[in-house]
């Protein structure tokens, strides 16, 4: 019944992560089988504390894949920033699938915090804690993921109106 329950839910948020859906079908399979392994150790029983701990576990596990796939780099990728410019638009006029294209090629790094940050909710020092990083390293990274967002969406713009 839990499985059947939060199937979605674990595989959306492994997918975010993983992008490819033959490895994010056994990361949420390593996903479930750790969730089950350990139930007996959830303390709080409300459904957000529950669905609060099965996202922890299924983000751990999709770093985890990650990791053992390609190490992410945490380091200044000075090419992602030329041309950075401000978008004019709002964000409700900006194409949503565009912005989800501009996210899965974001660099593993930039993703990864980016992700963290704007879809789980977690904040810096949280993201340091996950990840084994510094919380100023999270928060460099995740001004870096803006601004490739930015540019990246100002570029589309310009080839689609330019």
Known sequence: MLFDQYYNYV???????IQHHQDTEDVVSIS????FKNINKLRHTA????????????INESLRALKRKQ??????DEKYLDGIVELEESPSEINTQLIKKVVNEMPLGYRTIFLLNVIEGLSHSEIAEHLGISRNTSKSQMIKARNYLRTKLKKYESRQFG
Do not use: V
Not at 47 to 58: A, C, E, Y
């Open 11 to 17: 595989y959306t948020i492994c997918h975010r992560y």
């Open 32 to 35: 479930f089988n750790r969730i």
């Open 47 to 58: 459904d957000m504390g529950l669905k609060r701990w099965i996202q922890t576990i299924s």
């Open 71 to 76: 190490p992410i780099d945490y380091t200044s």
